[in-house]
């Protein structure tokens, strides 16, 4: 009964070795607590120990990398693409105008910054052209700037493109225009004084062609209007402002060398 009981328990040890101290190496590695387990439920004693080690091995997040810098040859080129960019938006928008446009208001159009941002693209532009021997030139002119062709092509542009009828002033109406450029505000008196002949019909051609406006009335007797230039009249004589119109001296010594080259020239004839 002895050696029954003995076979038996040594059967019973060998197929179930927990029962013992000895314990193999595959029973207790499954039996051994699992860390890896606990991090990936997101233990609180795991993560307290390690709080990025849990999160990385639970969410799979490497740690930020450090992101390149440009260099100054690439600070340069990305630079140089932005100036060419704005200098395209410039000269597209001058080019499709029809009439000069404020500093203020070419910025607004082209997206620069500001009015002066927008004067110094254009000096870098009228730099451009004239290094590439372009026909056009951003000129200032009527309080504005305006993308115009140079003055030396006039004769040639003639040939194929007329100015425009409202344009064309006679003689009488240029010494009237000339007249109240130079003594505005002036009234309709004070013209036909200078000139010895009635302006009124004159003075209403010009203001039809947006030439002359009236400005306001005069305090004498009456309140006459006073009649005053127009931005159309800077634009047409290439004028900035009323202040570049050129001196009176200089035109009379510029009319009296005229007239005498044209009496020599009938003389010789």
């Not at 860390?35 to 990025?52: E, K, N």
């Not at 941002?117 to 009527?142: D, H, I, M, N, T």
């Not at 159309?232 to 009379?252: H, S, Y």
Request: charged share 25%; glycine share 6%.
């Amino acid at each position: 009964m002895a050696l029954r009981l003995a076979g038996a328990s040594a059967r019973l040890l060998s197929e179930y070795p927990l029962l013992t101290g000895d314990t193999p190496v595959a029973h207790r590695e499954m039996h051994k607590p699992s860390t890896s387990l606990a991090t990936q439920l997101r233990s609180p004693a795991v993560a307290a120990q390690q709080p990025w080690a849990s999160y990385a091995s639970a969410q799979k997040v490497s740690p930020p990398s450090r992101v390149a810098t440009p260099g100054p040859v690439e600070l340069v080129r990305i630079s140089t693409e932005r100036m060419a960019d704005k200098l395209a938006r410039l000269e597209a928008i001058l080019l499709l105008a029809r009439e000069p446009l404020p500093s203020r208001k070419l910025a607004a159009l082209a997206d620069l910054a500001d009015g002066t941002e927008a004067r110094s693209l254009v000096r870098e532009l009228s730099r451009r052209l004239r290094r590439r021997g372009s026909a056009f030139q951003p000129v200032e002119v009527a309080h504005g700037i305006q993308l115009l062709t140079r003055p030396q092509l006039a004769d040639w542009l003639g040939k194929v493109h007329t100015p425009p009828s409202d344009v064309r002033l006679s003689a009488p109406a240029l010494e009237t225009l000339a007249v109240a450029a130079y003594r505005q505000p002036v009234t309709r008196a004070d013209v036909e004084s200078i000139r010895g002949v009635q302006c009124g019909e004159i003075l209403r051609v010009l203001m039809e062609r947006d030439f002359l406006r009236i400005v306001g009335r005069s305090e004498e007797l009456g309140r006459p209007f006073l009649y005053g230039t127009t931005r159309k009249f800077l634009q047409v004589f290439g004028l900035r402002r009323l202040e570049q119109l050129p001196p009176v001296d200089q035109i009379c010594n510029a009319a009296s060398r005229a007239a005498e080259s044209l009496e020599l020239r009938g003389a010789s004839e």
